[in-house]
């Protein structure tokens, strides 16, 4: 018998909403616990800001400009890389439970496999694998899909349509009547993505995720050795979690985030010290991607609407955290206690108010970088509790996964497993991550690669509809933590700019880039 | 108003590939996710492996320029236009261009990325036809 790998994963969930983290609204003590018998990493940075790229990358242990899948809306090649097949080869028994996300969403024609895995009534299907043979869907032997909300063909939509169809109308409605992301506002401050819902917290997709992974959990031999990967959609918006809950935290009792610059005036200095791309949004004069409602005004966003957002986001964060806590009772009700590697991490953040702003979109910040990461090794691995301060990818996921299988770095991995403290960290010369983000949706096309190092973050702007491929952002991270000062243009620090500039040079320039770029095909 | 547009280079005369699109009542046989449809005069209503039916006007099907032409008249709709051209490029080459421009703008590319897969059919039917 081997180690036993549980993933958590949320969606758009900030560094600072885990108590541990500094967080002070949500009550997280499932994952804070975890964190101080584990490994927590204060600088883990996602390979891109949105789901479907961010969320390929930690399956294929590739960037976004390796496994193609390069915006959402651009489905995984069926056969690309996955830390899950190679799983399945170890002899492990594989499950995805809740949000996937390699393959569209929307999808009327029915093309994608997550979408019609509901309605065909099977845990899995065979697909081509990376390798040329055939083989369980992605390397999974039990897939179950959940998103946010109700609507669409996944299981847990499927599950409430079944048993309480009366609910189906109690979520906030995702998207509007011309399929873009509704911008309509609700709950007290007509905050957009919104709603008072009136679903049972026992019925609401967070508790489903944890009901179906205790389910296949439960399923297994007890010396069968497993990873499951568990996928909350929330925090994500739209808010709308079980109304019941919602006392939990006032929102007239939350602070403004210290992102969040309250004079108007500055406020808008700070978005024009940046690439041109931010003010533009903020004015309602762009709209770069689908993620963000696209009839919504980021400067029309309201102080209330901000505290009623992270109020309602911090009531996500706590029932997920208590559902985990559900499924690591029945991790230890099986007897599986000491031989469980837990990793908790997210896709990616979210601005939370940050700058003025709600969502997400091409904007390298902490806001949207910095991302929760804990892994709790099994107790049975003997690994010692650390803080890891140097910079990590979650591309190194898929290589981690495997190294607590007894697998090597495979080739087609591109990031090696994660440090097990700074010492390790430095001893393997882990000492920067790259995000990139790439996008072009009905004419308007953004490129952004970004540099993190323990001092500096360094962005890049190819040219494209709202750049001429001159601009860029340096920030330095001890002095300026919030990310208000662009030193880009900085003379001083033309060295420190010619240094980061070679490190994006060189993640270019690596073999295979662009080969497997996929198509459009989907918004989302 | 937004538009997608795929091409596809295809190893078939463009009268093969052509062949494969012209006559309206086809688009089962090539278009993913489409598993019928009925005809009634220049009135075309798909029907989706979902169970969701759209009614289509047939605007064009000319044989000379190899073009073909449709709008969704569904009313959440303001306006769309379908185009498929088959470009010559050499004796067994040719180019196959599917457009969607359609309005509201996420419409264009929720109908107009399943055009990509069709495009995979038409080229494979094509192929296999110039084969034999």
Redesign the interface.
Known sequence: MGRKILFITTDQQRFDTIGINGGIYSRTPVVDQLAREGIRYTRAQPASVVCMPSRSSMLTGQFPSKHGAWMN?VPLRVDAPSVAAALHDEGYKTSIIGKAHFE?F?D????FTENSLSSLGVPTVEQPWYDGRRGVHRGFDHLEMATHGAAG?LHYARWLTENHPEMLGAFYQVLD????VNAAGGGDTDAPQVKHNAIPKEWYHTDWVADRTIAWLNSLEADNDWFCWMSFPDPHHPWDPPQSEISRVNWRDVDLPAGYEPNRAKREAILDDKARHWRMWYDGTLVSN?EAPAKWVPATLTEDQIREVNALNAVEVELIDEAIGRVLSAVEARGWGDDVDIIFTTDHGEFQGDFGLLFKGPYHVDALMRLPLIWRPAKSSGVNPAVVDTPVSLVSLASTFLAVAGVAQPEWAEEPALPISNEDAHSRNLDATITEWDSA???VDIHVRSVLTEEWLYTRYAAGYAHDGTEGELYSLTDDPLQRNNRFGDPSLKGVREELQARLDAHENRPGVGEHDG?????V | MATIRYERRIKASPDTVWGVVRQPASIPEWFPGITSCDMDGKLRTIHLANGLSMPENIIVSDDIARRFAYSIVSPLYRSHLGTIDVIEIGPQDSLCVYSTTAEPDVLALVIGGGTYAALDEIQRIAEEREGK
Do not use: Q, S
Not at chain 1, 519 to 523: F, G, H, Q, Y
């Open positions: 809306g569209p929307l009327v024609f029915g093309k063909m009547g011309e399929l873009n689908y949706l009905f004419g198509v459009l095909v989907a918004p």
